[in-house]
Nanobody, 124 residues
Framework: QVQLVESGGGLVQAGGSLRLSCAAS????????MGWFRQAPGKERDSVAV????????YYADSVKGRFTISRDNAKNVVYLQMNSLKPEDTAVYYC?????????????????WGQGTQVTVSS
């Protein structure tokens, strides 16, 4: 069993930056690929960024490429999402999620564990 807790959300002006953190419980964190997803009001939940178990492979949605960076620290059981040059359209609840396989997380399918979400609001 893995529990995920996100933090770092908040209100920021357009062009600003935030860093989200997702802390995982358990000793098997490094066995899971991790992803960040977001859901804006009235919209479906979409994949934002994914990182493989070792951190060697990453995936980004086109809308965040060049602005967001996903990373992980397996010694601390934490995955991060550094968000720069934020835009109002980045406003959403951001969730982290875990699954055994990288491609599963990229596809957004069969995610095994989810956090409770953290709100990110970007004002214009």
């Amino acid at each position: 069993q893995v529990q995920l807790v996100e933090s770092g959300g908040g209100l920021v002006q357009a062009g600003g930056s935030l860093r989200l953190s997702c802390a995982a419980s358990g000793r098997t964190f490094s066995s899971y690929a991790m992803g960040w997803f977001r859901q804006a009001p009235g919209k479906e939940r979409d994949s934002v960024a994914v990182i493989s178990r070792t951190g060697v492979s990453t995936y980004y949605a086109d809308s965040v490429k060049g602005r967001f960076t996903i990373s992980r620290d397996n010694a601390k059981n934490v995955v991060y999402l550094q968000m720069n040059s934020l835009k109002p359209e980045d406003t959403a609840v951001y969730y982290c999620a875990a699954a055994k396989f990288y491609n599963t997380v990229v596809a957004g399918a069969e995610l095994e564990y989810w956090g409770q979400g953290t709100q990110v609001t970007v004002s214009s």
